[in-house]
């Protein structure tokens, strides 16, 4: 049996030297190791600030759910921390399983899940857009989240007629502030910036006070919908990643290496 086409697209060799570059990785404690080993093996340097913290958090009406999973007839896992808090629980039986991204398809895969549905793109639009979802009219949903969160995805499943559960396995709590070392040296300690997620970018800012040597350091997104964000923010100086995975963020930390030279 093959390698899937979701985990070769993870895998990844370095597309540029990135000559030094300081990069400021914001991924929560745990989650970061990835991104930082390709950083440091292409050639950069990493400065690390997470910008959320992840606590588990499972009711037992939500464990219920997911013992009962075999029940729905679509699970919907919208992250890798969706699974990595769930999976303890899960009965998946003959659910069709839908990953909402490829690092959320690896970590169910690892979990000896089968995953039968990624969506091309890796967002809730992404895969209300795949031909492949089908009619749903009558389908039975549980989406598997964090607390709180887009309504966009169970919106727009039900106004297509499922019936939309959720189960709630996580909750994203405030990060600690920046050591005063780190914002009073930014300028010599960070070239670049990646953040994945609205809430991790408005922690950015809260946390910084909006230090304008913050706002004004290049900053690598994931989305249109963040760079609206960062804009309105006011940020500077923004570059779009394809997709939030290592290989597509080296490339557009590459770009970024060729705009300094």
């Known amino acids: 049996m093959g390698v899937p086409d979701y985990l070769l697209r993870l895998m990844s060799d370095c597309p540029c030297e990135l000559n030094g570059l300081k990069v400021l990785v914001t991924r929560p404690e745990g989650q970061a190791e990835?991104?930082?080993?390709?950083?440091?093996?292409?050639?950069?340097?990493?400065?690390?600030?997470?910008?959320?913290?992840?606590?588990?958090?499972?009711?037992?009406?939500?464990?219920?759910?997911?013992?009962?999973?075999?029940?729905?007839?679509?699970?919907?896992?919208?992250?890798?921390?969706?699974?990595?808090?769930?999976?303890?629980?899960?009965?998946?039986?003959?659910?069709r399983v839908i990953a909402i991204g490829e690092g959320t398809a690896a970590w169910l895969e690892e979990q000896a899940v089968r995953v039968d549905l990624v969506p091309k793109r890796s967002t809730s639009e992404g895969l209300l857009e795949d031909e492949r979802l089908g009619a749903m009219r009558g389908r039975k949903v549980l989406i598997v989240r964090g607390h709180g969160g887009r309504e966009l995805l169970a919106d727009s499943l039900r106004r297509l007629g499922a019936e939309v559960e959720y189960a709630e396995v996580y909750r994203r709590e405030p990060p600690p502030p920046p050591s005063p070392e780190l914002l009073a040296a930014w300028r010599d300690r960070v070239d670049a910036m990646i953040v994945t997620s609205e809430q991790m970018l408005k922690n950015l800012v809260e946390l910084t006070r909006f230090d304008q040597n913050v706002l004004n350091t290049p900053l690598i997104l994931i989305s249109e919908r963040l760079q609206n964000s960062a804009e309105t923010l006011g940020f500077v100086h923004i570059l779009r990643s394809e997709t939030p995975y290592t290989g597509d963020l080296l490339v557009a930390l590459c770009k970024q290496v060729t705009r300094q030279e």
């Open 34 to 95: 990835a991104l930082s080993s390709a950083i440091l093996d292409c050639g950069g340097k990493v400065e690390r600030l997470p910008l959320l913290a992840i606590e588990p958090n499972l009711s037992e009406t939500d464990r219920g759910k997911l013992e009962n999973s075999h029940t729905f007839s679509d699970l919907v896992f919208v992250s890798p921390n969706a699974v990595r808090f769930s999976a303890h629980a899960l009965a998946p039986g003959k659910a």
